[in-house]
């Protein structure tokens, strides 16, 4: 069997280039990867791989204004017809920019709703295939597969614009083609699937039945519920440390309790550094009980800068920045992470006491590890920055239902609230491990470490399941 993988972006390069799956894969295929990593950092990431993969560039994606206008009124008219909460305040945000580009948004946005009104969404959808059918990229992506003969092709990303080409040229050709979805959030607070694949691989049963809802094209039969691999590490052994040399790494007491704040993005987490600076007030003044450490992991789009005025301030903070790297400043698809990384998130995740965010999936991440979870739904400015009280913005998002539903977290609506949630979890590290549990078998019905095989599994399935043998494999890799 041969397979194709695109891999768009950082998290892709997370989930399916760092740690087993291409040797998992390579057991029964040869394997090309497209990727966007760039020549000098490349041998990074190629070197720990199987020596038989071959490496080759995605190209950059260019559409014309008739294509781009397709998919803003897709994406637009998916909005309309999914109706989520978080889909309704994107539909509300006002067009910005100049008076040439609030028109064309504003007439996309038209047009969307026009299709959704009338039931047209998908007929949208395959005239939007049509115009990318046109482009001239689909004519690199048809010289790539015709020479190398995939027996499938597999995504680790279904929304960058950038896979449109690759993917219909696939579809061209008759190569079966697959998708991962790659997030919790992805299908009910995202936009519109950028292409339509043949299969579609989820992390459970109710991100399927997510994926039906939002897309009535797309049958049972073609969703195939295989985990997620950016999970694989934390139930790796062989890349676990004890937590006395996790603190030491980190420069922490492994007397004392620790306590991670992991960070959001500048545009969706203002307040971030603020929460950070509320957070150690309360320790000082001793409101947050037994002196706990705080490790601030930002995420790893934000260079951390922000949080430089609130690290002065206080300077016991454990700082940690993710090691992922910056190849091309500006664009967060280029962002890359690191092995170490990877590896030190699991160490993180596994042996913090606990940990507090705005309403990440750090959530899930910790509860994997059935470690408590506080999030900071208070505002500290006031007006609030959104316009509204951040709890209303933010916990009303479908994806986050179950986190409030199960009781998997406790939601602090006030600097007291954080102080009396964080002293009970660190009092009682058990408290809501029901909650959790349920909400880590609803999300990720795979036992961890297990992901990168379903997928390996589903691919010869739909690749028709020719194996290679030892003789094939030795061979490809001469």
Wanted: net charge neutral; hydrophobic share 40%.
């Amino acid at each position: 069997m041969k397979v194709a993988i695109l891999i768009p972006d950082g998290v892709g390069v997370r989930n399916f280039i760092i740690g087993k799956f291409l040797h998992e894969l390579n057991r029964s295929a040869e394997i090309a990867v497209y990727h966007v990593m760039p020549d000098h950092v490349l041998p990074q990431y190629a070197g720990p791989a199987p020596e038989s993969v071959t490496w080759r560039p995605m190209i950059p994606y260019n559409p014309d204004h008739v294509t781009t206008a397709l998919q803003y009124a897709l994406s637009y008219a998916h909005m309309y017809s999914a109706n989520t909460a978080s889909m309704q305040r994107a539909l509300a945000r006002k067009a910005k920019g100049s008076f040439g580009s609030r028109a064309y948004l504003n007439a996309s946005k038209f047009a969307g709703r026009t299709a959704s009104a009338l039931g047209l969404v998908d007929r949208l959808d395959d005239l939007h295939c049509a115009a990318v059918d046109r482009r001239p990229e689909i004519a690199y992506y048809r010289r790539e597969f015709e020479a190398f003969r995939p027996d499938v092709l597999f995504c680790s990303h279904q929304r960058p614009a950038s896979i449109a080409p690759a993917v219909l040229a696939a579809r061209q050709l008759g190569i079966p083609t697959a998708s991962f979805i790659f997030s919790w959030d992805n299908l009910s607070s995202k936009g519109r699937i950028v292409a339509p694949f043949d299969h579609y691989f989820v992390w459970s049963d109710y991100m399927a039945e997510e994926l039906t809802r939002f897309y009535p094209r797309v049958t049972a039969d073609r969703i195939h519920v295989v985990g997620t691999p950016q999970f694989d590490p934390y139930g790796d052994p062989s890349i676990q440390w004890t937590r006395e040399e996790f603190f030491r790494r980190v420069g922490a007491d492994p007397s004392r309790k620790l306590i991670c704040f992991s960070g959001g993005d500048a545009g969706t987490c203002p307040e971030d550094p603020l929460h950070v600076e509320a957070i150690l007030q309360l320790i000082r003044s001793g409101a947050i009980k037994g002196n706990p450490q705080l490790l601030v992991r930002p995420v790893p789009v934000d260079d951390g800068a922000r949080y430089k005025k609130v690290r002065e301030a206080y300077p016991e903070i454990l700082y940690c920045q993710p090691e992922w790297l910056f190849t091309d400043p500006g664009h967060w698809s280029k962002i890359i992470p690191t092995a170490n990384d990877t590896q030190f998130l699991a160490n993180l995740t596994a042996h913090a006491d606990m940990n507090i965010n705005l309403g990440s999936t750090m959530t899930l991440d910790f509860g994997l590890h059935d470690r408590p979870v506080v999030n900071t739904a208070f505002d500290v400015n006031d007006p609030p920055l959104f316009g509204m009280p951040v709890y209303e913005y933010y916990y009303k998002y479908d994806h986050f239902q179950p986190v409030i539903r199960f009781g998997a977290s406790r939601i602090a609506r006030s600097r007291e609230q954080l102080a009396e949630f964080v002293n009970a979890y660190l009092d009682n590290p058990g408290l809501d491990r029901e909650g959790r549990k349920r909400l880590v078998e609803q999300q990720v019905n795979v036992p961890l470490g297990q992901s990168s095989r379903r997928i390996k599994d589903a691919l010869e399935r739909i690749g028709g399941g020719r194996q290679r043998t030892p003789e094939m494999v030795l061979t490809a890799a001469v």
